[in-house]
């Protein structure tokens, strides 16, 4: 049986996380793509944060060893940031190397340049772990763009945010308690501004607008609010009515808007259930009518297993490539 050969680049959260799943899931990863997947290199920042590493990838911080290693196929990204990621990452396709992103930040901003240069490598690019974490909603929407046009998305998609809501409304708690539980339970950063201040979201948006629309909204058709000015008298004084962390995304006139901001949700709407670190994505279609996918939008193993699946589904688009081309190869 032969061997896909997968690096890669961070060990965090999500970088442990798809180590872990692989090394697990073996004998089913050979049952679904009949390939043994082999984790031969690890890059880190800084070797000290893994003294007590024992598993058999090599790790380094070298990334040449990665971008430079004509055996690795695939290289999956869970590092923090727009770069070093998107120099890498073009590194690793003008190389031949499919990719794997779970880098929203990064992706927001250059995914439609790492698409373009992907193209002409004739490597593929996947990136479903940017968006609502464990939920597949890179890959439904890409399958139902195929019959569908979307014209409205609502979503929430920052699970850190919802977590406070709920916690503000169901336990009376101030905005700085329901923050501190949060950090507590390991669903916020010591530092929480991305997530209560929209920025999180935002990326998320933009890479959801640029699936479905093929472009962003222009600056002035965004409109970013966080929570952080939310109390919990104002969360009380809104029931029945839930407030959420709303993002819509919708094409109006020819324009694309984006608003990401805190609304009162009424009981029929198909988000008023979302509570907790949940995400949810609520697709307006004009063929199937509407679509609502709920589940966790974050943590190391919803990560990996959209980081997983990505995988599988470029082995299986390649061998069923292969076969074509190999029909179609002149025979001599
Ligand atoms: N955590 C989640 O639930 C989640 C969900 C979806 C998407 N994501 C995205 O996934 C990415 C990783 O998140 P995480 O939570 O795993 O972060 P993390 O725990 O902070 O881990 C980041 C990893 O990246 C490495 N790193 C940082 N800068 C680097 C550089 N310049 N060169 C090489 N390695 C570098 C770090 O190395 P050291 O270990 O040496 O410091 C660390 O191993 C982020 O882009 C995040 O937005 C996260």
Known sequence: MSTLHVALLGFGTVGKGIYETIGKQQDHLRAVIGKEVKVSTIVVKDLGHHADYQGSAKLTTDMQEIIQDQKIDVVMEAIVGKQPAFDYLQQCIIQGKHVITANKEMFAAYGCALQKLAEKHHTKIAYEATTAGGIPIIATIQQLLQANHINNIQAILNGTSNFILTAMRTD????????????????????????????????????????????????????????????????????????????????????????????????????????????????????LGNLTLTGPGAGALPTASAMIEDLCTIVKEEQAVLPIEKALAPHY
């Open 172 to 287: 009376h708690l101030s905005f700085d308690k329901a923050l501190e539980k949060a950090q507590e339970l390991g669903y916020a950063e010591a530092d929480p501004t991305n997530d209560i201040d929209g920025h999180d979201a935002y990326f998320k948006a933009m890479i959801l607008s640029e699936l479905v629309f093929g472009r962003k909204p222009a600056p002035e058709n965004i409109q970013v609010t966080g929570i952080r000015d939310i109390s919990s008298d104002f969360l009380q004084s809104a029931c029945p009515k839930r407030i959420k962390h709303l993002v819509t995304l919708a094409r109006t006139d020819g324009d694309i808007i984006c608003r990401i901001e805190p609304q009162a949700l009424s009981e029929t709407h198909p988000l008023f259930a979302v509570e907790g670190v949940d995400n949810a994505v609520h697709l307006q279609t004009d063929i």
